[in-house]
């Protein structure tokens, strides 16, 4: 059993962490350090303008984002989803005006959907949540989906971390309502909560296999129609009759569906548990007149209580990540064939040569890439190595006698082995090591 699989960090390269670049703050240009300062301190016109710069991607946003993810508290993310007309902008207004009754600072992302002639957003959840409109406790955006069947867009994700740098109390995300394959949801939200409307009998069992599964609560919103009882009573047999490790963030969810991310294996390890310890509420609210929202807040509550006893919380951060870390690969790495394409001749000029059979598409790949992948080759140390790197890290610390925990030192000769033996020295330990 390998003795460093309780540290998820321990395959590190520790040249990758000791080669990163100077604080991401000492990057940014005076203006976008002032911005950032303003932001800190609670500005909602700079907090504005940054989510602006961030969807955008205007220059200096990606070290912008670097800086605010140093600043970026632990906060609340709730995802509501659900079908078209579900009154999901509604319950969202409602519910944000129940933290404001208690002192809660909100911030709503509302992502709408995408303009087919600009790319942004419609604007339409905004209009439905004009109660909080001058509360400056609540700041309401709306951003594009940008054409991501999944129903969020890489914005959304930064847009979270800039709203927890600012030090919002609670965050919620409003997504495009899209339908069945809108689950990009799990990878950005603590809590999921599906908002079905009575009636819809038949849809629960089209929506089975998609967005139903991905909830952690199911609210049935205009619970006041006649068809809300056999809503509920068919919500509330599909969560009980769920097979064991179905619900929020399972495999299956996380490797499809919409998701371009593919789950690790911790991913499965501590979303089955989550799974299987974690039922799913039905709450039925009437968001019009703010009844029922009480019991949704109280559920959201009860699932965040029970993410933080059973460290579910971890778990999701580091898929929320992970999603980050691949999707920022993904766009750099595209942005790199571009630039790659344009060096061989251009796209178009490429095309034809392949149109003309005067090359095949495959051998031409295989060609543009090979020297990146022999780079990454050359430049990747083997598992051998990474694992060297960390003990010594390991055996410095054990010559030195600092406990990790304390930083606390003793000397060599107050080490002991499991035997209670006295420590002899090791060539390791005689050899200089990089710093930690």
Known sequence: MDEHSDDPTAAIPESVLTALADPPQEQLTAANESLLSELLAGDQRALARVLTKIENRTEGARELLAALHRHADTTPVLGITGSPGAGKST????????????????????????????GGSVLGDRIRMGSTAADEGVFVRSMSARGRLGGLSMATTDAVTAFEAFGMDRIIIETVGAGQNEVDIVETADTVAVVVQPGSGDDVQLLKAGILEIGDIFVVNKADMDEAAQTVADLEAMVHGAAPGSGHHTADIASGGGSDRHPTASDRAAETETAATWTPSVVETIATSADGIEAFADAVAAHTAHLDETDGATGRRQERAAATLQRLLKSDLGAISERLLAAHGGVDALAAAVAQRAIDPYTLVDHLVDPIDEHVTATTPSTDEAAADHDTTVDSDATTGT???TGNGTTPETQTNSDNDTAEPTAADDEPTEPT
């Open 91 to 118: 319950l969202v207004d409602a519910l944000t005006d129940y933290y404001r009754e208690r002192d809660e600072t909100v911030g709503v992302l509302a992502v709408d959907p995408a303009s087919p002639y600009t």
């Open 403 to 405: 406990d990790p925990t």
